[in-house]
């Protein structure tokens, strides 16, 4: 809920710094900063969005707190929207604290994580997909996904949300209409209503399947390999990773955890996990190492099946390479510095159209290749958005998920003939679904939640 009075935080990061920076906004900031600033210069003006140089004092006695450069933003045209003071001091957590003590004593109260972003929001500054992008953002560790981030602070998703919600709002007006001349007209859906659909749903989709890519920028591909007991999964970690990750011995079932170690493939993070071979567990150790191994496999972006090529393959094998899903995997031939036992070719009991690599994870062939494969598969065209604009935030996308659902729903509606009262309905939630990511159409509860991970000072 919004409350008017008067916030204030250090906004640069705990600790020690060169120059830190306390933010305040609230109807009694500008008073506030003519009491607790002392100009160098005798004459100080406080035009808004002007430096001004001088000291920060204690208890309005003459006692000097800092040195400081301190700006004023006059309402409207502040982050906030309200009135806004940037106290810039020294970076020294005893001064800041200092500093925002004497802040409360003339009437802050302490910001709550998020609280400046949520009243740029809530004076209509910036919608709620800008403010997450700008939680992302202060978040992001990788260039790639502070880029993405940061057209999003630029609106752009909320532009493109926002031009989706005027298509969507003719469709409805479009089916409307149709509900008013039912009675007149027995003939089917209005013109112009399907196409309208499948445009919306085409570019719904685009924005979804930006979701992956955008993800994979941020947070990494995520590759699992697995594989049956030896094959040489925690060789292959090792020989990927060129470190020693994991053990390697010629007992099965040696790797119970999950080891993760991430490499660089052209600037992506790639997570590599090795994980416990798969087979019938002989003890409660292996079992929990197995179950963890399938709970990451399922959740794996692309999955590096291994086979041990040197000896003949089992039901284990089969069974694994059918267990994974189809897309985003290859299947590795390990150990091919042996005499091989079979061929990957018709006569092996590989599905047809398998994609298959030969390696040898202790000497190292084929690895430069799988590297390769991997950064085939980061930027393959299919996961390549030709729109401009990505999302990387779950809310969003199940929102568009949510969304395009009913979109569907409403087309099916129409197709089947089904009352127009029904797609309209459909189409109504489509539209409620849109505005949760703008914020539009949010509750109160849902805005505290999405604020509260923010952090304070943001
Ligand atoms: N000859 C040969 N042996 C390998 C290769 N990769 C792994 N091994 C051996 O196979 C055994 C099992 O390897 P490990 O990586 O622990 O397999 P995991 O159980 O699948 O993790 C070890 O003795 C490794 O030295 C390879 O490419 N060639
Ligand atoms: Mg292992």
């Given at each position: 809920?919004?409350?008017?009075?008067?916030?204030?935080?250090?906004?640069?990061?705990?600790?020690?710094?060169?120059?830190?920076?306390?933010?305040?906004?609230?109807?009694?900031?500008?008073?506030?900063?003519?009491?607790?600033?002392?100009?160098?210069?005798?004459?100080?003006?406080?035009e808004?969005?002007h430096?001004?140089?001088?000291?920060?004092?204690?208890?309005?006695?003459?006692?000097?707190?800092?040195?400081?450069?301190?700006?004023?933003?006059?309402?409207?045209?502040?982050?906030?929207?309200?009135?806004?003071?940037?106290?810039?001091?020294?970076?020294?957590?005893?001064?800041?604290q200092?500093?925002?003590?004497?802040?409360?004593?003339?009437?802050?109260?302490?910001?709550?994580?998020?609280?400046?972003?949520?009243?740029?929001?809530?004076?209509?500054?910036?919608?709620?997909s800008?403010?997450?992008?700008?939680?992302t953002?202060?978040?992001?560790?990788?260039?790639?996904?502070?880029?993405?981030?940061?057209?999003?602070?630029?609106?752009?998703?909320?532009?493109?949300?926002?031009?989706?919600?005027?298509?969507?709002?003719?469709?409805?007006?479009?089916?409307?209409?149709?509900?008013?001349?039912?009675?007149?007209?027995?003939?089917?859906?209005?013109?112009?209503?399907?196409?309208?659909?499948?445009?919306?749903?085409?570019r719904?989709?685009?924005?979804?399947?930006?979701?992956?890519?955008?993800?994979?920028?941020?947070?990494?591909?995520?590759?699992?390999?697995?594989?049956?007991?030896?094959?040489?999964?925690?060789?292959?970690?090792?020989?990927?990773?060129?470190?020693?990750?994991?053990?390697?011995?010629?007992?099965?079932?040696?790797?119970r955890?999950?080891?993760?170690?991430?490499?660089?493939?052209?600037?992506?993070?790639?997570?590599?996990?090795?994980?416990?071979?798969?087979?019938?567990p002989l003890?409660?150790?292996?079992?929990?190492?197995?179950?963890?191994?399938?709970?990451?496999?399922?959740?794996?972006?692309?999955?590096?099946?291994?086979?041990?090529?040197?000896?003949?393959?089992?039901?284990?094998?089969?069974?694994?390479?059918?267990?994974?899903?189809?897309?985003?995997?290859?299947?590795a031939?390990?150990?091919?510095?042996?005499?091989?036992a079979?061929?990957?070719?018709?006569?092996?009991?590989?599905?047809?159209?398998?994609?298959?690599?030969?390696?040898?994870?202790?000497?190292?062939?084929?690895?430069?290749?799988?590297?390769?494969?991997?950064?085939?598969?980061?930027?393959?065209?299919?996961?390549e958005?030709?729109?401009?604009?990505?999302?990387?935030?779950?809310?969003?996308?199940?929102?568009?998920?949510?969304?395009?659902?009913?979109?569907?729903?409403?087309?099916?509606?129409?197709?089947?003939?089904?009352?127009?009262?029904?797609?309209?309905?459909?189409?109504?939630?489509a539209?409620?679904?849109?505005?949760?990511?703008?914020?539009?159409?949010?509750t109160?509860?849902?805005?505290?939640?999405?604020?509260?991970?923010?952090?304070?000072?943001?």
């Open positions: 809920m919004y409350t008017h009075d008067t916030i204030a935080a250090i906004a640069t990061p705990a600790g020690t710094g060169g120059v830190g920076i306390i933010r305040v906004s609230g109807s009694t900031a500008e008073s506030i900063a003519r009491r607790i600033f002392r100009p160098s210069k005798t004459s100080c003006s406080w808004s969005h430096l001004y140089h001088g000291d920060i004092i204690a208890g309005d006695s003459q006692t000097a707190i800092d040195e400081v450069l301190v700006a004023l933003m006059r309402a409207p045209h502040s982050f906030t929207g309200e009135d806004v003071l940037e106290i810039n001091c020294h970076g020294s957590p005893v001064i800041m200092a500093i925002l003590s004497e802040l409360m004593r003339l009437g802050c109260r302490p910001a709550k994580p998020g609280e400046f972003s949520q009243r740029a929001f809530l004076n209509g500054r910036i919608d709620l800008q403010a997450e992008a700008l939680a953002l202060v978040a992001a560790r990788s260039e790639k996904s502070s880029a993405i981030v940061l057209t999003q602070l630029k609106g752009a998703l909320g532009k493109e949300i926002e031009s989706l919600r005027l298509l969507l709002i003719e469709a409805i007006a479009l089916t409307e209409t149709e509900i008013d001349f039912t009675e007149d007209v027995s003939s089917g859906e209005a013109p112009g209503i399907l196409p309208q659909l499948d445009t919306l749903a085409k719904l989709k685009l924005l979804l399947d930006s979701y992956r890519r955008a993800k994979i920028y941020t947070e990494g591909l995520n590759v699992v390999i697995t594989g049956k007991p030896n094959v040489g999964k925690s060789s292959l970690l090792n020989a990927l990773t060129g470190r020693k990750r994991a053990i390697v011995t010629d007992i099965p079932g040696t790797t955890d999950l080891i993760t170690d991430t490499i660089d493939i052209n600037g992506i993070p790639v997570n590599i996990t090795d994980t416990a071979g798969l087979r019938k003890d409660i150790i292996e079992k929990a190492g197995i179950d963890l191994a399938l709970e990451n496999l399922s959740q794996a972006d692309f999955i590096i099946v291994l086979l041990d090529g040197s000896k003949p393959l089992t039901e284990e094998d089969t069974k694994i390479i059918e267990g994974i899903p189809a897309k985003n995997n290859i299947i031939i390990n150990k091919t510095d042996l005499p091989p079979w061929e990957p070719d018709r006569s092996s009991p590989l599905p047809p159209d398998t994609r298959t690599l030969k390696i040898s994870a202790k000497f190292g062939s084929g690895i430069n290749e799988l590297k390769n494969i991997l950064a085939a598969d980061i930027a393959s065209p299919e996961k958005n030709t729109g401009t604009v990505m999302i990387n935030n779950l809310r969003h996308k199940n929102a568009l998920e949510r969304a395009l659902d009913n979109i569907r729903k409403a087309k099916e509606n129409l197709v089947c003939g089904t009352s127009p009262e029904f797609t309209a309905l459909d189409l109504r939630e539209l409620d679904n849109l505005d949760e990511i703008t914020g539009r159409k949010i109160d509860e849902i805005l505290d939640k999405i604020f509260s991970t923010f952090c304070i000072g943001k």
